[in-house]
């Protein structure tokens, strides 16, 4: 069970710094759009950015609950 409740936690960082990264690139878009007065590339850069959090926010608590749930269950 240990086993498994760490490899739920390297998912969990993979995943964090999937979203880092989409946050990043997506105030790349942003920017770049912000400096060109290109509305598309803005709001593409926001949806990036808000792609990022939802997959940090989401993998946070997914991975939490199910690493809660096999650590409750009977050995």
Do not use: C, H, R
């Not at 964090?16 to 709001?43: P, R, V």
């Amino acid at each position: 069970m240990e086993v498994l409740q760490i490899v739920i936690k390297f998912i969990g960082y993979g995943l964090n710094i999937m979203g880092a990264l989409a946050i990043l690139e997506g105030w790349y878009q942003y920017s770049k759009g912000k400096k060109n007065d290109t509305f598309q590339e803005q709001d593409k850069g926001q949806g990036g950015m808000v792609y990022g959090g939802m997959i940090i926010a989401g993998s946070g608590i997914v991975l939490n609950y199910v690493a809660n749930l096999i650590s409750n269950l009977p050995q």
